[in-house]
């Protein structure tokens, strides 16, 4: 099998959900026989530019991006993220329709796949008196999605229902179809090196979704239910080490359209350049038409109540 990484090579590297330098130590491809960490496939051992030797860690190949201009930005916008959102803990207040609860507790994120701390953040003042010379996100969401989102709001925070979960088919799942669809399309699109550019923004929409669903995503009226969920799947006494599961792997699309309308918040506090943004602009909007187009198989047509909800996460 061939890898597309090398030993030696300069990287970048997500760890939790920060991105960080790095070098590759040792490449080895494993399987059931032979893996260390549960995974197979391509692995690499790599070393985190300035940190500890203790540090090195073997990791899987979909926790690394090439060093490149366009991956440097995204570390950037990470950073930056992360940076504000720590700044701005508890000053957002606005919980519309559109946003409710979300939008409401979105400020409290430590950060995702799109935040990292870089102390920059903290200087707010001047961040919001420059905010009118940085790039803006302007995502163009389409009409049914909007009354999506509306819908969503009114049957949890008015008839206290709740998104049944887990989820079919998951965030991963809709990323990993957007992705291949985009493949498929060849030359026909207009978005630019889509086999360059689609993997390094589809593992940033992941992880960014796994690390801000419980601080930005989610209605007070849900947040028992996500307890129950990080219970069954990720902390609770039945689950075995190495077996725990990403929020995006048992969530859906109702919650990662939550998260794609918040985006331009993220970017208003970011370093990205103006083209940066327009990358990231351009394959967010190709994804909300993804999501449109293919609404009735992607999101709830019912909503459940709550009892009948835990009902169904003891049995699954």
Not at 49 to 54: A, N, R, S
Not at 55 to 68: A, C, M, S
Not at 269 to 285: K, Q
Request: some cysteine; overall charge positive.
């Amino acid at each position: 099998m061939s890898l597309s990484f090398t030993v030696g090579e300069r990287i970048l590297c997500y760890h939790g959900p920060l991105v960080y330098e790095a070098k590759i130590l040792k490449a080895e491809t494993w399987d059931e026989t032979n893996t260390k960490l549960s995974t197979i496939g391509p692995h690499f051992f790599v070393h985190y530019k300035g940190w500890k030797q203790t540090w090195d860690e073997w990791v899987p190949i979909t926790r690394l991006l090439k060093f490149n201009d366009t991956n440097v930005q995204l570390q950037k916008a990470l950073m930056a993220q992360a940076s504000a959102a720590a700044s701005t803990s508890g000053s957002s207040s606005k919980g519309k329709a559109h946003g409710g609860g979300m939008m409401k507790d979105s400020s409290s994120s430590r950060g995702g796949g799109l935040g990292r701390k870089d102390g920059r953040g903290t200087k707010r003042g001047r961040e919001e008196d420059d905010s009118s010379k940085k790039p803006e996100m302007k995502l163009n969401v389409p009409e049914v999605l909007k009354v999506l989102l509306v819908d969503d709001w009114e049957a949890i925070t008015k008839n206290s229902q709740l998104v049944s979960v887990p989820r079919r088919p998951t965030v991963v799942e809709i990323l990993q179809q957007f992705k291949d669809y985009v493949i498929g399309l060849g030359k026909n699109t207009t978005l630019r090196e889509p086999e360059l550019v689609l993997p390094t923004i589809i593992s940033g929409l992941q992880v960014y979704f796994d690390r801000s669903l419980g601080a930005n995503l989610l209605y007070r009226f849900e947040r028992p239910q996500y307890a129950e969920i990080r219970k069954q799947f990720v902390t609770g006494p039945k689950v075995q080490v190495g077996q725990e599961k990403d929020m995006s792997a048992i969530y859906g699309a109702e919650h990662l359209l939550r998260m794609l309308v918040s985006l331009p918040q993220m970017v208003s506090s970011s370093t990205m350049d103006a083209e940066s943004v327009g990358l990231v602009r351009d394959y967010v909007n190709e994804l909300l038409m993804f999501m449109m187009n293919d609404r009735s198989r992607l999101f709830l047509i019912e909503y459940e109540s709550s009892s009948l909800q835990y009902q169904n996460i003891s049995r699954s």
